[in-house]
């Protein structure tokens, strides 16, 4: 044992980092009281923060439920899986989602590309099915939620970290004083929701369009762990221009690069990157998945370099994320779809620079906001 870790570096109940997490999940970050139903959702292997995550419901007076998945499973029951049977399956978890007053979602795969050989068509009927039915119609509109990532040899590989030095990292983000982090977001919401003009520039970047009358949301630990956005949507036929993606995005079990959209009122009109089938194909969806349904900027002091995983990559300091797919309720531009694909442009000086002009002012440049009502917002002073 040491410093509360086993030798081999996973952590275990005796880190006292690993109980403050839980407990700021339950307290801060879903508000869980008395009486309440919460649902525990753990896709891996790693149960240590799902076993004090149960005792700590408890303690509250509310009552855990639990759902255990892994990835390796969940591929195996893809590959041949008929509509009818997802439909069931949707079904099933929907009934009990539809119980719930909070939700925590626990991710660890061992191997973030597992689901890379499942085919197309059997992805999209587990996007547009089961996790839409459960996920996107019942679970985000309907609970308090929270989902976050758990600390392992993938997650360290990917970061290119060792282990005890990730974990480290790990828990300087998850277990930032989000409350700070959301005092300091508010000037950036009132600007947001102040402005009508939005243009973005950076590498093979110069895009421009609307937030006129949208709603701009701060995410501050609430509903993911680690935190840092603040959020809005685009009016939905006012996208125009072009946008590259410096960052890989991991999804539906396959890392995309080089990803280049343009835009035509709104409408992805032409996309490529380095398997431009297979994004044409998600794109394809649905007609809502050609449009933008988030706009956003990374605010978490801690995160300054993509490690491939989402939930870290969309909070990086000095990033957007521009999203096609559906809108949240609480943002909505009213476009629906079956996909929320959030992928990242940095805008640091290590990876091109660029800016952000709300109604034609200059508010951030090379990921540092250069006005005096968002300087709070730099790194330096939200650690």
């Not at 008929?82 to 795969?109: C, F, H, P, V």
């Not at 360290?156 to 930032?176: I, R, T």
């Not at 680690?226 to 995005?249: C, L």
Request: aromatic share 10%.
């Amino acid at each position: 044992m040491k410093n509360g870790k086993i030798e081999r570096g996973v952590l275990n109940l005796t880190d006292e980092r690993l109980k403050l997490l839980a407990k700021n999940l339950i307290e801060y970050s879903v508000e869980l009281k008395e009486g309440e139903n919460i649902l525990i959702e753990l896709i891996g292997q790693e149960i240590e923060l799902a076993k004090e995550l149960v005792k700590l419901s408890y303690s509250k007076g509310a009552k855990p439920f639990l759902w255990i998945k892994h990835p390796t499973l969940l591929r195996t029951l893809l590959l041949n899986a008929t509509e009818q049977q997802i439909e069931m399956i949707a079904q099933n978890e929907r009934d009990l989602m539809e119980k719930m007053d909070a939700y925590i979602g626990i991710r660890s795969s061992p191997n973030p590309f597992e689901l890379s050989d499942v085919p197309d068509e059997k992805m999209n009927l587990y996007q547009k099915i089961w996790f839409h039915k459960v996920h996107g119609e019942v679970r985000v509109p309907k609970t308090k939620w929270c989902i976050l990532r758990y600390p392992n040899y993938s997650m360290a590989q990917q970061a290119k970290m060792s282990l005890e030095e990730f974990e480290d990292f790990y828990f300087n983000v998850c277990n930032l004083d989000y409350s700070k982090m959301s005092k300091a977001m508010d000037a950036l919401v009132e600007l947001m929701q102040n402005t009508d003009e939005v243009r973005i520039v950076a590498k093979d970047t110069d895009l421009r369009f609307s937030i006129k009358g949208m709603k701009a949301v701060k995410c501050d630990g609430h509903m993911n762990i680690p935190d840092g956005e603040v959020y809005t949507a685009p009016v939905k036929d006012s996208v125009n221009g072009h946008i590259t993606y410096n960052t890989p995005s991991n999804y539906a079990g396959f890392k995309f690069e080089n990803i280049r959209f343009e835009f035509k009122d709104g409408k992805i009109v032409k996309a490529t990157a380095n398997n431009t089938e297979k994004l044409n194909n998600i794109l394809d969806t649905d007609e809502g998945a050609r449009y933008i349904g988030e706009f956003s900027i990374g605010l978490n002091p801690y995160i300054t370099k993509p490690m491939e995983d989402t939930l870290f990559d969309e909070k990086i300091a000095g990033s957007i994320h521009f999203t096609p797919g559906s809108a949240y309720e609480d943002a909505d531009n009213g476009n629906r779809s079956a996909v929320h694909w959030d992928i990242v442009l940095i805008q640091t000086p290590e990876y091109g620079g660029g800016e952000i002009y709300f109604d034609g002012k200059l508010i951030r440049k090379d990921g540092r906001f250069v006005i005096k009502e968002l300087e709070g917002l730099n790194p330096e002073n939200l650690k």
